[in-house]
RNA sequence: GCCGAUGUAGCUCAGCGGUAGAGCAACUCUUUCGUAAAGAGUAGGCCGUCGGUUCAAAUCCGACCAUCGGCUCCA
C-alpha cells in the first residue's frame, strides 16, 4: 500500500526540518546527516552550545510551524563545483562531497520552501502538508561520533519518532513503556535475581539466591545436554601468565579490553578474557591420535573484560561474565559436520528448550583492511568456504557481515529475538586455524606425522549473564516451571495450618522441587498477591480441609485455582515437558 | 572512553535556599483469616562523594563516582 512506502518520506522529511528548526534556534549549526530509522529519524548537528531536552518541545514547535506553511520539496542533481559553493559552510556536508565525487556518485541537493538546502539523495514528500503534524516526537538527544568513529568529532544527535497517525504513535510509545516493565534491570530487582555493589565495582553482578537457582537450573541442563552430544567438561582457573595470552595473540591484539596485569616476582598473571588458550593447554598435555578426534572440552568459564564503562548496561554487558563455553578440536575433514552439529545445538536450545523461534545465524566476516586481522588470507578463504558450507546445510536463516570478525577467524553470531521483539546477540561461535601455529597444537595422524588441527568455539548460551538477562525479558519474569527460582510456594490459611504446611514443604524438598513456605502472619489474599508478583508458578493453599484429607489446593500461575489433590499427583505436574 | 540526563529511607517517588516526607517493604502488637493488599503502632536517611558560594545548602556552582539514554565496542 501507498501507506508503507510513504512513511519513509514522511520520517525523512521530518528530519530535514527537524534540521531547519535547528538552524532558525542555532544559524550556525554545522550539519552531520539525517536518515530514517527504525521507527522515527534522527539529525546529527555540531551544535555551538549544548542542548537540553527541554528544548525538544520548542524544536517540535517550529516543525509543526515549518509543515503549517505547505512547503515544498524539490530536488535538484548539482555538479561537484555547484555542490561545494553551496555547502562551503558545512564542513560535513563538504567531506561527503568530496567522497561521492571519488566514489563518482551523481551529487543530488534537496530545497525545503526557498530557505533550506540540504545534500540528499532524496525520498521526501512533496509537500510538508502531507506531513501528519501530530503524529511524531522528539524523543531525546545523544551524542553520536561522525560517521560513526571514535576518532571523529562527537556530534549532538536528536532522536525523533514519526508515524503516520498519532494514534500509532501513542501505541508505539505504550509498547515501549510496556517493554520497560519487562527490562531485565526492574524484573531482576522486583524478582531478587542479582544486584550490583559499589563496593563491588561497576559490571559486576551479584547473584541474589534467586538467581543462582536460574543460573545453576540452565547450567545443569546445559551439563545434561552437553554429556548426551558428546562434549567432556574441564575446569581452569581464572588467571594465568602473560606467556600464554602472549602465545594467544590477546596481549597485543586485546589489551585493551583486559583489566591490567598483576605483578609478580615471577612475572605478570592477567584475569583470563576467553577461555580458550587455557583450554588449549588441557588439550596440549598430552598427544592426540587421529582416532581421538574430534575432542570437545565444555566449560562454565568465567572471564573478565575491561569494557568501557560508558557500555555497561545491567547483564547485558559486564566486566565479569560465565560462558556456556566450549571448543572441539578436529581435523580438516571433521569441520563442517562438527559446524553444522553445533548449529543444530542452537537451534535445539532455542527452539525446543526455550521456545525461542525468531533467530538467525550472522556470519562475520573480516573487513578489507586486512591488518586488523592475525590470518593468513589462504586459511581465512578455507575457514569461511568450511563454515559457510555448514550454514548452508543447517538449513537456518543467516545473513553475511563484513568487518566484525575476531582476529583469530571468521565467527558466526546467533542473534536472537525475545517475545518483545528485543533482539540479542546470544553466541559466539568461532572456527580458529591458528591454533596450531599458535599454540603447536596437533595431532599424530595415519602416518605418524603431526597435522594441523582447527578448532571451533562455541557458546550456545552466550553468558549466563546475557543470556538470563534475554530469558528475563523474553518470560517476563514468569520462567517455566524448571527455570523458576521458586517452584513452589506452600501458602497456610491461618497459623493453625503451619504445621501442615511445614510438612507439604518438607515432602517437596525431598523431591527436589524448589519450595518456599510463606509463614507470615497475613491473610491468605496477601500470600497469594506476594506469591503471584513473584512470578511462582505454583501455589499450595494448604488449610483445615486439606490437612483433614491430607491433599493440598493447587494454584497455578495466571491460571488460578485447580482445585485440591494428592501432593503426588500435583508433582506429575511440576515435572519439565522435556 | 565520548555526548547528554539523573542520583532523597531496602523499593517507587514528593520536597528544590531556612537543616527531610508519603506509599510499599521491614519490625512489634492485635487478628487466625479459603484464592491478588486485615488493622494499629515502631523503626529507618551525613538527601551519591568531596569541595565551593551563602548568615544558612538536599535545594545554587564545580569536580569525582555510579546509573540511565545514545555513540563506539561486545557474550
Redesign the pocket.
Known amino acids: 500500500m501507498q501507506k508503507d512506502s510513504n512513511i519513509e518520506n514522511i520520517r525523512h522529511s521530518l528530519a530535514h526540518l527537524l534540521a531547519m528548526a535547528v538552524l532558525a534556534r542555532f544559524p550556525k549549526a554545522k550539519l552531520g546527516i539525517g536518515p530514517v530509522i527504525e521507527h522515527g529519524f534522527y539529525y546529527d548537528f555540531k551544535l555551538p552550545k ?4 527541554e528544548d525538544l518541545p520548542e524544536l517540535e514547535k517550529t516543525m509543526r510551524e515549518l509543515i503549517a506553511q505547505n512547503l515544498v520539496f524539490s530536488g535538484e542533481k548539482i555538479t561537484p563545483q555547484k555542490a561545494r559553493t553551496l555547502f562551503a559552510a558545512q564542513p560535513f556536508k563538504l567531506e561527503l562531497i568530496k567522497e561521492f565525487i571519488k566514489e563518482k556518485k551523481q551529487l543530488t541537493a534537496y530545497r525545503t520552501g526557498d530557505a533550506f538546502l540540504d545534500l540528499c539523495k532524496g525520498g521526501h514528500v512533496k509537500n510538508t502538508s502531507e506531513i501528519p503534524a501530530d503524529a511524531f516526537k522528539l524523543t ?6 561522525w560517521r ?3 576518532k571523529n568529532p ?1 556530534l ?2 536528536i532522536y525523533g519518532l514519526a508515524f503516520q497517525t498519532k494514534e500509532e504513535l501513542e501505541k508505539h510509545i505504550w509498547q515501549e513503556e510496556e517493554a520497560k516493565k519487562r ?1 531485565h ?1 526492574v524484573l531482576g ?1 522486583r524478582l531478587k535475581l542479582f544486584t ?1 555493589a ?1 563496593e563491588v ?3 559486576l553482578p551479584l547473584w541474589l539466591p534467586n538467581g543462582t537457582a536460574l543460573r545453576d537450573a540452565i547450567e545443569e541442563r546445559a551439563k545434561k545436554v552437553e554429556a548426551q552430544w558428546g562434549y567432556q567438561r574441564v575446569a581452569t582457573p581464572h588467571i594465568a601468565k602473560e606467556d600464554l595470552f602472549r602465545m594467544s595473540g590477546h596481549i597485543p591484539y586485546y589489551a585493551d ?1 583486559m583489566f591490567p596485569a598483576i605483578q609478580l616476582d615471577d612475572g605478570n598473571y592477567y584475569l583470563k578474557a576467553m577461555n580458550c588458550p587455557h583450554t588449549h593447554m588441557i588439550y596440549k598435555a598430552q598427544p592426540h591420535s587421529w582416532r581421538d578426534l574430534p575432542i570437545r572440552y565444555a566449560e562454565y568459564g568465567t572471564v573478565y ?1 575491561y ?8 547483564l ?4 565479569g ?1 560465565t ?1 556456556n563455553d566450549a571448543h572441539i578440536y578436529c581435523r580438516e575433514d571433521q569441520v563442517e559436520k562438527e559446524f553444522l552439529n553445533v548449529m543444530r545445538l542452537h537451534e535445539y536450545w532455542y527452539k525446543e528448550v526455550f521456545g525461542i523461534t525468531d533467530f538467525y545465524m550472522r556470519l562475520s566476516l573480516p573487513a578489507e583492511d586486512q591488518k586488523k586481522y592475525a590470518g593468513l588470507p589462504a586459511g581465512w578463504k578455507k575457514a569461511v568456504e568450511l563454515i559457510r558450507s555448514a550454514m548452508k546445510k543447517s538449513g537456518l536463516p543467516f545473513v553475511e557481515a563484513e568487518g ?1 570478525a ?1 582476529f583469530y577467524g571468521p ?1 558466526v ?1 546467533f542473534q536472537i529475538k525475545s517475545a518483545i521483539g528485543r533482539e540479542e ?4 561461535n568461532q572456527l580458529d586455524f591458528l591454533a596450531t601455529s599458535r599454540f603447536g597444537l596437533t595431532y599424530t595422524d595415519t602416518d605418524g606425522k603431526q597435522k594441523p588441527l582447527y578448532v571451533i568455539h562455541r ?1 550456545p548460551l ?2 549466563h ?3 538470563i538477562a534475554f530469558l528475563i525479558e523474553h518470560y517476563a519474569g514468569a520462567f517455566p516451571v524448571w527455570l523458576a527460582p521458586v517452584q513452589v510456594a506452600v501458602l497456610p ?5 503451619l504445621g501442615y504446611a511445614e510438612t507439604v514443604l518438607k515432602a517437596l524438598k525431598e523431591k527436589d522441587v524448589r519450595a518456599e513456605l510463606d509463614a ?7 500470600k ?2 506476594t506469591a ?2 513473584q512470578k511462582i508458578p505454583y ?1 499450595l ?6 490437612q483433614a484429607s491430607r491433599n493440598v ?1 493447587v ?1 497455578e500461575r ?1 491460571k ?2 485447580l482445585g ?1 489433590m494428592a501432593l503426588d499427583q500435583f508433582l506429575t505436574l511440576t515435572r519439565p515437558p522435556v
Not at 493453599?541 to 486439606?546: A, L, S
Open positions: 549544548p542542548l537540553a531536552p531525546h538527544i545523544a551524542g553520536a561520533y560513526g568513529s571514535e562527537q549532538t544527535r527490562d534491570r530487582e550490583f559499589p565495582g561497576p559490571g579490553s573484560r569494557e568501557l564503562s560508558g557500555t555497561l548496561a545491567g547485558l554487558r559486564t566486566r561474565f560462558q566484525e575476531a565467527k553470531d546477540s546470544a553466541s559466539t557458546a552466550g553468558s549473564e546475557r543470556f490459611v491461618s497459623e493453625k495450618s507470615s502472619n497475613e491473610t491468605l489474599g496477601k497469594i498477591r503471584e508478583t501455589l493453599v494448604v488449610g483445615e480441609r486439606e489446593a494454584r495466571s488460578g485455582d485440591a
